[in-house]
């Protein structure tokens, strides 16, 4: 089972983010500024959160409760004929930072099973918008027509701290209210409908759940006792889907290239392989975490042009189709409606992207814009490259730059927590501008004088204990890298001092970066602009202390990374009260 993306808000933000997938484990969406303020205004409020959201500190447990008599969760595919090649769409709704948003999702890989009675209907992943690997069952009616009975459970996740399940109901608007003393708050929730029977269609190459707006019912993950998580479709459309994804004839022809891209003033950069075939050129790895897919572009003289809506393939992560789409950005005002207001970036999809293309050099480069992209009907970025520029590259032995000390933060451990939060951003190149190939590169963290052991009982999904960490693993929960920024959970005590050393195994060669420190004590807000004096701020991003990306911080501890025009960048805690 895949974990639930803990650092949902890593993505949150992620409108312009170099590498932003979905963060939430079993979240597929990448919501934009604009949605989160959405979600604030809507007045929809989830009753209970799920996950992560409720599981943060190592020494919470959560309530185990009382045996159901809900039927069992199908996590296996049942026997029959399956059908896996469905693209899904709909309307959704999302809990994310405080509230719930209603949003479309687009591009949901779809799996239905046909029983051996041919009576008998199983659909996977009944949510459009949070991935599961569980099935529900439904039953053949009166002509096209399938019939679901609710409750059925559909999820089972895994915590540090417990276990959490969660169960489809039908659901229905309610309007609460609720007397705080001095004021009285009125929001709507959803609560279990009288009637638990979901209905679909299925016709010809289409299957849709019957439902309309005015009906205004939710198919939604609730507890076993029907209270809402905030997530749950209110639409959902099923279509067979038969493309195939875009690959050269023979990929073991692939030469290695270099793709740099800049995002907020930061430079990144990846190695990835790259097929000539007559005038098409295929580049595989710009989906991070499905290096295989291939997108295609076409020479034209000095011109290597990449149409979108190429189908890259499946994304296994997020059991999606992946895209390739080009983009332009617009600047849209959005009101708060508090009084207050400010632009977004609103970007939408162009028809294709050109490139620069010197072919004695073989480097092509564009000061544009492109998304590997879920779905190719609505903006949903997985990944985002900004100004890019492909050119060929050798592997040499290289020395990684030490951590800039600007951008290393801790955050002691507490006992509410059950950790410390250990934050810093690192180079993906060496003093001299050569790239380095991040699947050669690792990092190790010093408690003062002493390396680090990460153990797979504390950060689940390493396969064995290790003190040098590969730069690209990321277990979504207490190991993230997120937009070149790793956040990572501390379960250590008694030191004085953390520190960072990366690590470059290329070229036949191990070169180790200098260790950067920082202080194991406690710091304020009153150093925030430390070392900023007389610089131009280009950009200021908060984060929490779990590396999630934070809009307008309220009550709490955050991370204030701010870059400056120069280049520079200096994180620090913000306390806001």
Request: aromatic share 12%; proline share 5%.
């Amino acid at each position: 089972m895949r974990n639930f993306y803990v650092a949902m808000a890593a993505a949150l933000m992620a409108s312009a983010v170099a590498s932003a997938q979905p963060a939430y484990k079993g979240l597929r969406f990448t919501p934009t500024k604009k949605n989160i303020v959405e979600a604030k205004k809507s007045g929809y409020v989830a009753v209970l959160p799920f996950g992560q959201q409720q599981a943060q500190g190592r020494h919470k447990l959560l309530v185990k409760r009382a045996e159901s008599t809900i039927a069992p969760l199908i996590s296996e595919q049942p026997e029959g004929v399956l059908h896996s090649n469905l693209y899904r769409s709909g309307e959704s709704f999302v809990t994310m930072m405080g509230g719930v948003a209603q949003l479309p999702f687009d591009g949901v890989r779809g799996s239905v099973v046909v029983g051996t009675d041919n009576k008998t209907i199983y659909f996977k992943d009944p949510i459009g918008a949070y991935y599961s690997e569980g099935w529900i069952k439904g039953e053949r009616a009166e002509g096209d027509t399938i019939v679901v009975k609710l409750p059925q459970q559909f999820v089972h996740e895994t915590y540090e701290d417990g276990d959490q399940d969660g169960y489809l109901f039908k659901l229905k608007p309610t309007k609460m209210e609720e007397d705080l003393g001095d004021t009285v708050v009125s929001y709507t929730t959803f609560v279990p409908d009288a009637d638990q029977t979901v209905k679909y269609v299925w016709q010809n190459d289409t299957i849709r759940m019957i439902n309309t707006t005015q009906d205004s019912k939710l198919v939604g993950m609730c507890n076993e006792n029907g209270e809402w998580y905030g997530f749950g479709d209110y639409v959902s459309r099923y279509e067979v889907f038969d493309q195939q994804p875009v690959a050269p004839k023979d990929g073991s022809k692939a030469q290695t290239v270099a793709v740099t891209y800049a995002e907020s003033g930061q430079d990144y950069g990846r190695v990835m392989m790259m097929v000539k075939e007559g005038n098409d050129v295929f580049v595989s790895g710009l989906n991070q975490a499905m290096p295989s897919l291939w997108a295609k572009g076409t020479i034209d003289g000095n011109v290597i042009s990449f149409k979108g809506h190429q189908y890259m393939g499946i994304d296994t992560l997020t059991q999606s189709y992946t895209f390739f789409e080009p983009v332009a950005h617009k600047q849209v005002w959005f009101d708060y409606g508090d009084g207050t207001g400010e632009f977004y970036d609103d970007p939408y999809m162009l028809d294709k992207i050109d490139f620069e293309y010197d072919a004695e050099s073989g480097v092509f480069k564009s000061d544009s814009t492109f998304y590997v992209n879920q779905g190719y009907k609505r903006v949903n970025q997985m990944y985002t490259y900004d100004t890019p520029m492909f050119a060929p590259w050798t592997e040499k032995a290289i020395t990684p730059v030490a951590v800039d000390s600007t951008v290393i933060y801790y955050s002691p451990y507490t006992e509410e927590m059950g950790c410390g939060y250990l934050s810093f951003a690192p180079s993906e190149f060496d003093e001299d501008g050569n790239l380095l190939n991040t699947e050669k590169l690792y990092y190790s963290i010093y408690l003062d004088d002493m390396p680090m052991t990460f153990d797979p009982e504390d950060y689940p999904m390493l396969s064995e204990e290790t003190t040098e960490m590969p730069y690209n693993f990321s277990n979504q929960q207490n190991i993230v890298n997120y937009a070149g920024m790793f956040n990572i959970n501390i379960y250590s005590t008694g030191f004085d001092s953390l520190g960072v050393q990366l690590i470059y195994k290329g070229g036949g060669e191990v070169r180790k970066s200098p260790i950067t420190y920082v202080s194991a004590a406690d710091v304020t807000d009153a150093i925030h602009n430390v070392g900023l004096a007389g610089k131009k701020v280009v950009a200021t991003v908060y984060t929490d202390l779990s590396g999630r990306r934070v809009n307008r911080p309220t009550n709490g501890v955050f991370i204030q990374t701010t870059r400056m025009e120069d280049g520079t960048v200096k994180s620090t805690k913000r306390i806001f009260k």
